[in-house]
């Protein structure tokens, strides 16, 4: 391990060993500190960020990016607040944190006993909606993680997400795929961030009127296992309640190759993230490069 990865290792570990002993104003005031220091020094992150939002709200100043990728930064802080706390909240805290309208679209999938994907874009705090679900719902799910280096980091959010009530996966391609279907034949849930390509195999679609790629495999689970894919979107606003929206199922084409159906409904997917993204621009922590214009071709994938 390097003295870089040994420096990141240590300073996750003590946000989750000492944040979530603040109390909650306290935390909240210290992510917007933090917020503010970085989005002044304007490092590449926030420059990706603000020329990410260049992209959702076109047209916009100079000074309305600013503003934007300032309260971004916020909101960014303001998930890693909470995620920080999320273990030490009780089960009343979590279930009265986060307010999901159209939740019955995820009730009547789960009563049809064919499985549901829930499909999520980087907006406000995924980790508090799955929280939510688990504590809630009393629904257990399976979701995937990006292999973080150090391993020892890794670790930590593999146990902190478990700890939560979700089945963690390495994003291993065919391995995790097979668990994830097999999670879904028999009637349960899966959740995947999915507004960024993480593999060789993602699909092309047209997003803020660019091309860009998303991952297949929300839609490409979809058609092997009859689960309902549902799209959802989430926001912060003024209040300690996180918000957020289910959106109608994405259904499978009638006809089409299998690579025909799967751009198609990697198409609807984007365009529920659009809508979502379009209203709460800020709360989407996107500091990554995600147009195809923007990457680098020798680098493939995002």
Not at 8 to 16: A, E, F, I, K, P
Not at 230 to 238: E, G, I, K, R, S
Not at 241 to 252: D, L, T
């Given at each position: 391990?390097?003295?870089?990865?040994?420096?990141?290792?240590?300073?996750?570990?003590?946000?989750?060993s000492t944040v979530k002993k603040l109390p909650e104003p306290v935390a909240a005031r210290l992510g917007r500190t933090v917020a503010d220091a970085a989005w002044k020094r304007r490092g590449k992150g926030v420059q990706r960020l603000e020329a990410n939002y260049a992209r959702v709200v076109p047209g916009a100043s100079p000074e309305r990016l600013a503003e934007l990728s300032r309260a971004g930064m916020r909101s960014y802080l303001r998930y890693w607040m909470e995620s920080f706390r999320l273990p030490a909240w009780?089960?009343?805290?979590?279930?009265?944190?986060?307010?999901?309208?159209?939740?019955?679209?995820?009730?009547?999938?789960?009563?049809?006993?064919?499985?549901?994907?829930?499909?999520?874009?980087?907006?406000?705090?995924?980790?508090?909606?799955?929280?939510?679900?688990?504590?809630?719902?009393?629904?257990?799910?399976?979701?995937?993680?990006?292999r973080l280096k150090p391993e020892t980091l890794y670790d930590r959010f593999v146990a902190y997400r478990e700890g939560l009530g979700m089945e963690v996966l390495a994003h291993s391609g065919a391995s995790a795929f097979g668990t994830l279907a097999r999670r879904l034949r028999d009637g349960g849930l899966v959740c995947l961030v999915a507004d960024r390509d993480l593999s060789a195999a993602g699909v092309e679609v047209d997003f803020f009127g660019e091309r860009a790629r998303m991952p297949a495999g929300p839609a490409l689970?979809?058609?092997?296992?009859?689960?309902?894919?549902?799209?959802?979107?989430?926001?912060?606003?003024?209040?300690?309640?996180?918000?957020?929206?289910?959106?109608?199922?994405?259904?499978?084409p009638g006809t089409g190759t299998r690579i025909e159906k799967t751009a198609a409904m990697t198409q609807a997917l984007a365009d529920a993230f659009a809508s979502g993204i379009a209203e709460h621009p800020e709360d989407w922590h996107m500091l990554q490069r995600l147009w195809l214009a923007d990457l680098d071709p020798a680098k493939g994938p995002a």
């Open positions: 391990m390097t003295a870089a990865e040994r420096l990141t290792d240590g300073l996750y570990g003590l946000g989750w009780s089960a009343e805290r979590v279930r009265t944190g986060f307010d999901p309208k159209d939740a019955h679209y995820l009730r009547e999938g789960l009563a049809a006993g064919k499985g549901v994907i829930l499909a999520l874009p980087h907006l406000a705090n995924w980790d508090l909606a799955g929280a939510w679900v688990s504590t809630t719902l009393g629904i257990p799910f399976t979701t995937v993680a990006e689970l979809a058609q092997q296992t009859g689960a309902q894919l549902l799209p959802v979107t989430l926001w912060y606003d003024d209040s300690p309640v996180m918000q957020g929206r289910v959106h109608p199922a994405v259904e499978v």
